[in-house]
């Protein structure tokens, strides 16, 4: 079983918002990570936009809007990134990151379109 | 302005090695710890090695095979990838690591260098 789990895609309407989920393993517990996310849009090197362990623990990437924001649901070990007023421009392919076991472990990637 | 540009891929048989090196600009390279990371023709992103001031990692799929380092006086970081397989081809991107109080991640990040291991 993979470290970390995205769903390889998901579809939303300009406008409204998108929650882009990223699962840890069972037995690696979510809450005492700092999950990364970065955007990668067709033909660019990934973009970091923000980290994310609590609301007193957080990053926002230099220039990243506001309306990208992270949290977790502890319930379902899983990190999630959370988009708000969808723009087309948003379109791209969005991967979580975490360091575990002396390593850095990306997801699988979510490829987000917006439609 | 901070620039990565990543250089050295090409076409190479199976078992042959490659060097790929990943000059930076704007920035002093050695007061940074820095990434290797692949990503393989329409996969996802998979981290390779990292290296900072006292410690070097590196990916199961590459240990023993791959080398990082860095060089101060060209500011500039290395891999050295031997026995390289088919499931080595990848755009190879170098990314720096930075820290803050709450976290560590990539900021920038060069525009790649393709290598293709095939017969």
């Known amino acids: 079983q993979a470290v970390l789990t995205q769903p390889s895609s998901l579809s939303a309407s300009p406008g409204a918002s998108a929650s882009l989920t990223c699962t840890l393993r069972?037995?690696?517990?979510?809450?005492?990570?700092?999950i990364n996310w970065y955007q990668q849009k067709s033909g660019s090197p990934p973009q970091y936009l923000l980290t994310?362990?609590?609301?007193?623990?957080?990053?926002?990437g230099s220039g990243v809007p506001s309306r990208f924001s992270g949290s977790k649901d502890a319930s379902a070990n899983a990190g999630i990134l959370l988009i708000s007023g969808l723009q087309s421009d948003d379109e791209a392919d969005y991967y979580c990151?975490?360091?575990?076991?002396?390593?850095?472990?990306f997801g699988g990637g979510t490829k987000l379109t917006v439609l | 302005e901070v620039q990565l540009v990543e250089s050295g891929g090409g076409l190479v048989q199976p078992g042959g090695s490659l060097r790929l090196s990943c000059v930076a600009s704007?920035?002093?390279?050695?007061?940074?710890?820095m990434n290797w990371v692949r990503q393989a023709p329409g996969k996802g992103l998979e981290w390779v090695s990292y290296?900072?001031?006292?410690?070097?990692y590196y990916a199961d799929s590459v240990k023993g095979r791959f080398t990082i380092s860095r060089d101060s006086a060209r500011n500039s970081l290395y891999l050295q990838m031997n026995s390289l397989r088919a499931e080595d081809t990848a755009v190879y991107y170098c990314?720096?690591?930075?820290?803050?109080?709450?976290?560590?991640?990539?900021?920038?990040w060069g525009q790649g260098t393709l290598v293709t291991v095939s017969s």
């Open positions: 290296i900072g001031s006292s410690s070097i």
């Open positions: 990314a720096t690591e930075s820290c803050t109080s709450v976290s560590c991640h990539f900021d920038y």
């Open positions: 994310y362990k609590s609301d007193s623990d957080k990053h926002q």
């Open positions: 704007g920035f002093t390279l050695s007061v940074y710890s």
């Open positions: 990151m975490i360091w575990h076991s002396s390593a850095w472990v």
């Open positions: 069972s037995g690696i517990n979510v809450g005492t990570y700092r």
